[in-house]
């Protein structure tokens, strides 16, 4: 993606981060996004090429800010996301209130900026849209209903929208489980030490990218830089 402009949400921390940086390592222009203002800045001060810009990715007026700041893009990461109420509580017991929020941000936010962004990205040769995905949108764990349903109605809407827009790329790549702040919000108390740190995953998403894989679901585990397993 040399020469290439990309918006990365959720960009404060975690993947998010890791990702913008190698982007930027590569000469890619990073508008970056977070909701905490000092920790993104501080975040990404030394990384060369790329604007950080402090808002909530749910406020339509800062989408359209992230869109202008960019002017032109060929690539929109859809990494922002919202665990939901922990410790992670039963479908009997999840608060409505809390899976509104949850949806809101996993789910409409991330379709209302690819709307604004759509016209960006099909003037670019290599418009590519990637949504970040869980095992939880396919597999049913305990506690995990709000967060995997809203991960499955992102799944779902990358999809539709691979379908509906040929001419780019739709990716919803699963990273796996790794070592983040949500990843130990999901577990408070536990030890999770045994994750990957995000940092190791990303040349798996660049191969992705690179590559110009046919648009689908992809997990992090079946790409290896260079080949597919």
């Known amino acids: 993606m040399t020469s290439a402009t990309a918006i990365v ?8 981060l890791a ?5 930027a390592a590569r000469g890619t222009t990073v508008i970056a996004c977070a909701r905490d203002a000092d920790r993104l800045h501080a975040a990404t001060a030394a990384l060369p090429g ?18 202008a700041a960019a002017g032109r893009l060929d690539l ?12 992670l509580p039963t479908l009997e017991r ?6 509104r929020g949850v949806l809101e941000t996993t789910v409409l936010a991330p379709l209302a900026l690819t709307q604004l ?6 003037a670019s040769a290599t418009g590519t849209i990637v949504t970040l995905s869980s095992d ?7 506690g995990w209903g709000g967060y995997g349903a809203a991960k499955a109605a992102l799944d779902h809407l990358a999809a539709v929208l691979a379908v509906e827009e040929p001419d780019l790329r ?11 702040a949500m990843h130990q919000r999901a577990f408070p108390g536990e030890d999770i030490s045994d994750r990957p740190e995000p940092g190791t995953v990303v040349p798996s998403l660049l191969h992705l990218l690179d590559e110009r894989l046919p648009s689908g679901r992809y997990r992090g585990a079946d790409l290896v830089a260079g080949s597919r397993r």
Do not use: C, I, K, W
Request: proline share 10%; charged share 15%; no cysteine.
């Open 9 to 16: 949400t959720g960009a404060g921390q975690g993947f998010g």
């Open 19 to 23: 990702l913008t940086a190698s982007l």
């Open 50 to 67: 790329v604007v950080p810009l402090a808002g909530d990715v749910t406020d339509p007026a800062f989408r359209e800010e992230l869109v």
């Open 76 to 87: 929109l990461v859809h990494n922002a996301g919202e665990l939901g109420p922990s410790p």
């Open 94 to 99: 999840y608060p409505l209130d809390a899976l």
């Open 117 to 122: 962004a759509l016209p960006l990205l099909r």
């Open 136 to 142: 939880a949108a396919v597999d049913a764990y305990a």
């Open 170 to 180: 739709v990716y919803a790549f699963d990273p796996g489980d790794m070592r983040t």
